[in-house]
């Protein structure tokens, strides 16, 4: 987009340079910079106010800013009358030839400013309505009655919101019947781990409520915007109209509840997306399918699509979050059941059809291409894999998988040519390729805004996104840069005004940013990379790309928690292949209506620049440098853009100094790249001959045993997949020999994802105790889809890997034995059949580098007692190293921690869990037995060495 916005002045002739050089080199007109700012803040501080303190600024203000425009003509009638009696003849009308541009002062207009060059002032340099300072009190005038413009407007939004009967009736927790409107797309919910298990998916949908009913049957019309929340159990909606041609499906990781922001590139919530339902018209409920492993009735949810009118029976409650732009949550019942009532718009259906069909010609593509092509294209991020999705956001990529104004850009781009020729003859682009003169390309113009608009959904965030686009219309069409910030200034004022909930918006906030950073920041700063011979096209794609990330890190610092090291590489990088990408794939998505043949080949073209992208992003992800860690808040955000703007004015002296820029650079390749070597010298992680390692990933398990050079098996993944992935990247871990699962239970499976990306893992092991259900169906999932054998681990089995030996101790082959399976062989005691997963859990005992290892798992009592009378508990006496059962849980056999006397006891353990975990009479026993305990919460990450020579010692070093 920066070349295309700078090529006006840059790209073209000589000619074309001189014209456009005094444009770019003129001051920057910020005249409607102040209202825009002050409408936005008032916006954003009175959606939630009182309507009385609402009421009154917006009043206290307008009757302002009119007293300061009366006072502004008097004064200068005043002055005009003087000026007549002093010269004896009469005076022009003040204003009367003046003509005010908002986008500029056009050649020989008046500048409100101050007076265009030549022109005189009748009131004098520095006499009359103001003086010098005569630009104050018309300043003053427009913040004061754009603050209450936008005051009464947020005013308003805010009222609608809080009126009607569904506030009141969410507070008593009612039970109703009503009638919603979708107002957008569905998607679902992110799965959360809690306690042992994860959280069932839910659809969420945004609607609103058109008519409501009380269970006392009294019934009322309103217009009130809710969340619906359907549960799996949920029966498909039956009835009606099929919602269309094109389902909106889930991005992966869409945030669970409204007020979050599932990607911080862009919109307040992640943009829902689409899949294929079959064809539309008919009546019934969408076919089953739409999106890949979603149950029919999940999937039939997610196929609905905007302004489908449903009925619904449910029980309301209030919003979870504050200052949202929802009045309560409706949670969706069975009973009654529900029924769509009315089908969806032309505009929704017609937009549905088209991104059917684009995902149709993706179908045959590459995995990555596949998921990322409708997300470059539309924001369709339905097939969006949460491990790319993460890729993409630990490189600050996602602005890429999101409806943006650089999106429309790219297409005005390929129609009207370069930036500057647009009003010229010798214009070049499709439109005088297709013979259409000045007006038909403007028209065309425009009537591809519209069909932007209508194909990726006509909700604020694309209109946002259209808004943006049309500032860069402006640039390619005229090549004047000097009137694009006031166009921005007004886009802004008017978005605002319009929809007062975009103010809290951080997609809005980070779309504005970006796009002013390109506009002002990107030519100084691409300029300055010339003037030290840096190639024109580098310099250009490097400014605007240091420019956007600058003004937009300490945003992004505030939704993440993180600060990417690696953002203005990957996006040069992906910069390049941005624009084909669209390009093809909105040719895809066009001839996907008329001829499907034609649309797959443009698909599989635009495959190239799409994997490229996923690659870069990926490559960039997998760094174990790609970011640090930053406090999200906006006391962090400020101090992100005070050290930002130190390193900006650093690097304007040391840009005279290649070799400390050399210099520099090698040791930011060095702290992303992070060779292991210098890694352990410098930060003493992880330590030398480490055996063991205990990852810190909140309330859960993992842990690693070293296997050789970038080897370890992993026991456990953890709750989340990123903690345990930064961990194993920590530790060098590239291979996982074999990963153990010791029991289904989500904080110890649910970041297995972590473990297998951008690993080699060759073998996972369980237990035969396969509950909870879904989670053990969700890890067969993962290893069939990377052709990973999934085994079952029986005590008795023996196994080496590298230096690391070890033998399992439990789960007998009493438990569960497969189908088919020969009788199981006798065990003395009789092992008891397991209560639950836990006492499934399987228990090794490790020998490595002369250390003894006893992990337990999350065995309970009555398997410890078990596991004391079996044949193995003589080889369990006096490890060096005890991993604490049920991250130290009050539920415990003393006798086993007796007779295993560890020298040293870990614990895994989440800060503040809600589960009091480690037990303090736990942590007594074990420190009453001479052992060493150290736990995760408080101590981090842990890794076990020994020191040489017999009955070396055992040395524990923290992350």
């Known amino acids: 987009m920066s070349r295309l916005l700078d090529e006006a002045a840059l790209g073209a002739g000589p000619e074309e340079r001189e014209e456009a050089g005094p444009d770019r080199a003129g001051p920057l007109d910020l005249r409607l910079v102040p209202p825009a700012l002050a409408a936005w803040a008032t916006a954003a501080a009175t959606l939630d106010a009182p309507p009385g303190r609402t009421a009154g600024l917006a009043a206290v203000c307008l009757v302002g800013g009119v007293v300061l425009l009366c006072a502004r003509g008097i004064g200068r009638r005043r002055t005009a009358r003087t000026e007549q009696e002093r010269t004896g003849r009469s005076a022009p009308v003040p204003g009367a030839s003046r003509r005010t541009d908002l986008a500029g002062p056009a050649e020989g207009a008046t500048d409100l400013a101050g007076p265009a060059e030549g022109a005189t002032d009748p009131a004098g340099p520095a006499e009359g309505a103001g003086g010098r300072f005569g630009w104050a009190r018309p300043s003053a005038a427009a913040v004061l009655l ?287 390729r297709l013979g259409l003169s000045l007006r038909a390309t403007a028209l065309s113009a425009g009537a591809l805004t519209l069909a932007f608009v209508v194909v990726c959904r006509p909700d604020p965030s694309v209109l946002r996104a259209a808004a943006c686009g049309a500032v860069a219309l402006l640039a390619l069409a005229t090549g004047r840069r000097r009137s694009l910030l006031p166009a921005l200034a007004a886009v802004v004022l008017l978005l605002v005004l319009y929809d007062p909930w975009l103010s809290r918006s951080y997609g809005f906030l980070l779309s504005v940013l970006a796009t002013g950073a390109l506009l002002v920041l990107a030519p100084g700063w691409s300029e300055a990379l010339r003037r030290r011979r840096v190639p024109p096209r580098l310099a250009e794609a490097l400014g605007a790309t240091a420019a956007a990330q600058a003004v937009c890190a300490p945003v992004v610092a505030v939704l993440s928690a993180r600060v990417s090291l690696v953002a203005v590489p990957c996006n040069l990088l992906a910069e390049a292949a941005v624009a084909p990408a669209t390009v093809l794939g909105f040719a895809a998505l066009a001839s996907a209506q008329v001829a499907m043949p034609a649309a797959k080949a443009f698909a599989w073209l635009a495959s190239w620049p799409a994997g490229w992208i996923a690659g870069v992003a990926r490559t960039g992800a997998a760094l174990p440098g790609a970011g640090v860690d930053w406090p999200g808040s906006w006391a962090g955000a400020l101090l992100l853009a005070a050290v930002t703007v130190a390193v900006v004015l650093t690097g304007r002296r040391l840009l005279r100094r290649p070799w400390w820029c050399a210099l520099l650079g090698l040791l930011l390749l060095l702290a992303v790249v992070r060779p292991a070597p210098l890694t352990r010298v410098i930060t003493g992680w992880p330590p030398p001959g480490w055996r063991f390692a205990m990852c810190d990933v909140g309330q859960g398990d993992a842990t690693v045993l070293a296997a050789g050079e970038g080897a370890g098996v992993v026991v456990d993944a953890g709750p989340d997949p990123a903690p345990v992935d930064q961990c194993l990247r920590h530790l ?3 291979r996982v020999p074999l990963l153990v699962l010791t029991h289904f239970h989500a904080d110890h499976v649910a970041g297995l994802p972590g473990v297998l990306r951008g690993r080699s893992v060759a073998e996972i092991e369980t237990t035969g105790f396969e509950e909870p259900a879904g989670q053990a169906a969700f890890v067969r999932r993962e290893a069939a889809a990377r052709h990973i054998p999934v085994t079952r681990a029986v005590a008795g089995e023996e196994r080496r890997s590298g230096p690391l030996a070890w033998r399992v101790l439990w789960p007998p082959p009493t438990v569960r034995p497969p189908p088919g399976a020969p009788a199981p062989s006798p065990w003395p005691g009789a092992p008891p059949e397991p209560d639950g997963p836990n006492d499934a859990s399987v228990a090794l005992l490790v020998r490595t580098g002369g250390l003894r290892l006893l992990l337990l798992g999350d065995l309970e009592p009555p398997a410890q007692q078990a596991l004391l009378r079996s044949p193995a508990a003589a080889d369990v006496a006096g490890v060096d190293v005890l991993k604490v059962a049920h991250h130290g849980s009050a539920y415990q056999e003393p006798e086993l921690m007796r007779l295993a006397a560890p020298r040293v006891a870990l614990v895994s353990a989440g800060a503040d869990n809600p589960y009091g975990h480690p037990a303090p009479s736990t942590l007594a026993a074990l420190r009453a037995g001479g052992a060493v305990v150290l736990r995760t919460d408080r101590d981090g990450a842990l890794a076990v060495t020994r020191a040489p020579g017999a009955g070396g010692e055992v040395r524990v070093t923290r992350e």
């Open 732 to 734: 060098g871990i590239t």
């Open 146 to 432: 754009c603050v209450a413009a936008a005051a009464a407007s947020a005013g308003l939004h805010g009222a609608d919101l809080r009126r009607g009967p569904v506030p009141e009736l969410a507070r008593r927790f009612a039970t109703v019947t009503a009638e919603v409107e979708l107002s957008g797309d569905p998607w679902l919910s992110r799965p959360r781990v809690r306690g042992d298990r994860t959280a069932s998916e839910a659809v969420l949908i945004r609607a609103e409520v058109r008519r409501v009913e009380d269970s006392d049957g009294t019934g009322a019309r309103t217009r009130t915007p809710v969340l619906l929340v359907v549960d799996a159990d949920v029966p498909a909606p039956d009835g009606g109209a099929r919602p269309g041609p094109g389902a909106p499906g889930p991005p992966a990781t869409a945030g669970e509840l409204p007020g979050g922001d599932a990607e911080h590139g862009h919109d307040a919530r992640a943009r829902p997306a689409g899949a294929v339902t079959g064809a539309g018209g008919s009546a019934g409920v969408p076919s089953a399918g739409v999106r890949e492993g979603v149950p029919g009735g999940r999937a039939a949810w997610l196929g609905l699509l905007p302004s489908t009118r449903l009925r619904v029976g449910g029980r309301l409650a209030p919003a979870l979050t504050e200052g949202d732009r929802t009045a309560a949550v409706l949670r969706v019942r069975g009973r009654p059941g529900p029924r769509i009532v009315a089908g969806p718009s032309g505009p929704q259906r017609l937009a549905g059809r088209f991104r059917a069909g684009l995902r149709q010609a993706t179908d045959g593509l590459p995995q990555d291409a596949r998921a990322l092509l409708p997300g470059l294209v539309v924001g369709d991020t339905a097939r969006i894999t949460p491990e790319l999705d993460g890729a993409f956001k630990e490189t600050d990529l996602a602005h890429t998988l999101a409806v943006s104004g650089s999106n429309l850009t790219v297409l005005l781009a390929l129609l009207i040519g370069p930036p500057g020729l647009a009003q010229l003859a010798e214009r070049r682009g499709l439109a005088p």
